[in-house]
């Protein structure tokens, strides 16, 4: 297994069209993750899926943001009418969890978004 | 809720010398995971090092020691003899259940 994979790489978009991201976890690990990261800040939480249930939401997550996990293995992230400020990159993670115990917690490489 | 706070936000060594990055947390948890990441300028996250909270012994791995003071919630990194290729941002992090809460990050610039 090569690790957490992340594509593309780089995406540069107009204001106001639609991305997204996919992400291919380590394929034994049951959780997985995004989070955004905006330049000089540390990563946020955005959401978590167990298996194909997205179990927790952050604040940040605006309507504009969805995420998908069909069949528990990759998953998509999609920003319709991207706005500027929706420039960042976009992190995904996964890990081995059960409960409030996580093993393995491995980060991809990143989308890096740019919305001109 | 959870918390990690970086307070230099950026340091400044020459070659050789050792520097130690701060990290504090809060939380109100008893069972919770500490981490240190390293993000060169490439960007991915590279995992340094996991401790829990139960498990209060410093470590060394190479240049790398790692200080865990739960009485005053700190979990300090320090690069002994520091080397240019060790110029990165460093993250400290928190997890308490599922989600990592990460601190802002500590931007090491080591010149030759």
């Known amino acids: 297994d090569t690790g957490v994979s992340q594509n593309p790489r780089h995406k540069i978009t107009k204001r106001g069209q639609n991305v997204t991201f996919r992400c291919d976890p380590i394929s034994e690990h049951n959780r997985l993750y995004w989070y955004r990261q905006t330049l000089g800040q540390g990563p946020e939480f955005l959401t978590y899926?167990?298996?194909?249930?997205?179990?927790?939401k952050s604040r940040l997550l605006s309507d504009r943001f969805s995420a998908e996990r069909p069949k528990g293995s990759f998953s998509t992230l999609e920003i319709q009418r991207t706005e500027q400020g929706d420039s960042a990159m976009y992190l995904c993670?996964?890990?081995?969890?059960?409960?409030?115990?996580?093993?393995?917690?491995?980060f991809g490489s990143g989308t890096r978004l740019t919305v001109v | 809720a959870q918390k990690v706070t970086q307070a230099q936000t950026e340091i400044s060594v020459v070659e050789k010398e050792d520097v130690t990055l701060d990290c504090v947390y809060e939380t109100r948890d008893t069972t919770y995971y500490l981490f240190w990441y390293k993000q060169p300028p490439s960007g991915e996250l590279v995992f340094l090092i996991r401790r829990n909270s139960f498990d209060e012994q410093n470590e060394i791995s190479g240049r790398y020691s790692w200080n865990f003071q739960k009485s005053t919630s700190s979990f300090n990194f320090t690069i002994t003899a520091s080397q240019v290729v060790d110029s990165a941002v460093y993250f400290c992090?928190?997890?308490?259940?599922?989600?990592?809460?990460f601190g802002g990050g500590t931007r090491l610039m080591v010149k030759p």
């Open positions: 992090a928190l997890i308490s259940g599922n989600m990592l809460t």
């Open positions: 993670a996964s890990s081995l969890g059960s409960g409030r115990t996580n093993y393995g917690y491995t």
């Open positions: 899926f167990q298996n194909e249930a997205q179990l927790e």
